[in-house]
């Protein structure tokens, strides 16, 4: 059994009009994880290393500050997105379970955040092992070059085109790679949902064949939240330009570079009404971004083998 794209791409639509209450929960949630995150990252001393750096004066408790910090960022975020991503699965596969929030933290939450960490490193390893031939091969090209240029420089330069010309190409096969292999595993975290159980190399099987209708469900999502979030960067960059005074190079420092080196800095006016933005589109953008993979499952898991087993049993 088929999915269709159009259908399974704009299923988080479908959500928000559905339940404009729970989306609306969920930009709060969106906004006080989010601030409570970016808190605990600064309380920790995360703000030290920011400003160690920017002064040039660098020390041991200024660095250990910035792992503290970067583990809380890693594991926070680790956290809200599990929840979050858990919550639009439970509003699509299991509409029954907390029909007010979809919001909760059990079993679901932890299992997707194993599955986080996992996927992590497969996806490390991954890139390292396409990384290691290209790299290889460009040395290779750059040593000819070098041993073939001793008489001349026309040889140099075009070793040099040929590694560049190798670097072009293996980063666009590298990344045609890394989304080859999103796409083949992007079901991973509703099956570990559904089947209460973790699932990390199963959702290859039940991709197999539907790779590309996958691809163009999944860029069509990309495409939707787009427009959104270029609003939303828009609001802040205006808001941000009007609270500095008209000055256009302070406004994109303070975008880029914002100021970490205590609570109160970071949260200054115009950062709280992006945030506020963020976390008004952040319920949006959470049920347009996870909803495609839960809607395939809903359409497609029934072909899988032990679904029929199970049928005709």
């Keep these: 059994m088929q999915f269709k794209v159009t259908e399974a791409a704009f299923e988080g639509f479908r959500l928000v009009r559905r339940e404009p209450r729970t989306i609306a929960i969920w930009a709060v949630f969106s906004l006080v994880a989010s601030a409570a995150l ?16 920017t002064q040039g004066t660098m020390t041991t408790e200024a660095l250990t500050g910035f792992f503290v910090g970067e583990l809380i960022a890693i594991g926070g975020g680790l956290l809200i997105a ?3 991503g858990a919550a639009v699965y439970r509003a699509i596969l299991r509409p029954a379970e907390a029909p007010l929030t979809r919001l909760r933290l059990g ?7 194993l599955l986080s960490v996992i996927m992590g490193v497969v996806f490390t390893g991954l890139l390292i092992a396409m990384v290691i031939p290209v790299a290889l091969l460009g ?4 040593v000819a070059g070098f041993m073939g240029g001793q008489g001349g420089a026309e040889p140099h330069v ?5 590694i560049v010309l190798v670097v072009l190409l293996g980063y666009l096969l590298i990344f045609a790679g890394l989304v080859f292999f999103a796409v083949r595993l992007s079901l991973a975290g509703v099956m570990t949902f559904a089947e209460r159980r973790l699932r990390v190399f199963e959702s290859w099987r039940l991709t197999k064949g539907r790779f590309w209708r996958l691809l163009g469900c999944y860029g069509l999502a990309v495409v939707l939240m787009l427009p959104i979030y270029m609003v939303m960067m828009t609001l802040y960059f205006a808001v941000t330009f009007a609270f500095s005074g008209g000055d256009v190079g302070r406004a994109m420092g303070e975008i880029a570079q914002p100021d970490m080196t205590s609570v109160a800095a970071y949260f200054n006016p115009a950062r709280i009404v992006y945030l506020v933005l963020a976390g008004a589109m952040g319920g949006v953008l959470n049920a347009v971004m996870y909803a495609p993979a839960a809607a395939v499952y809903r359409e497609i898991a029934e072909t899988r083998p032990e679904n029929q087993a199970e049928v005709f049993s």
């Design 38 to 53: 970016i808190s605990a990252m600064i309380a920790s001393g995360f703000g030290r290393f920011m400003g160690a750096s």
């Design 82 to 84: 599990s929840i979050m």
């Design 107 to 113: 079993g679901d939450e932890l299992r997707l955040m």
């Design 139 to 142: 040395v290779a090209i750059g």
């Design 158 to 162: 075009g070793a040099m085109a040929g």
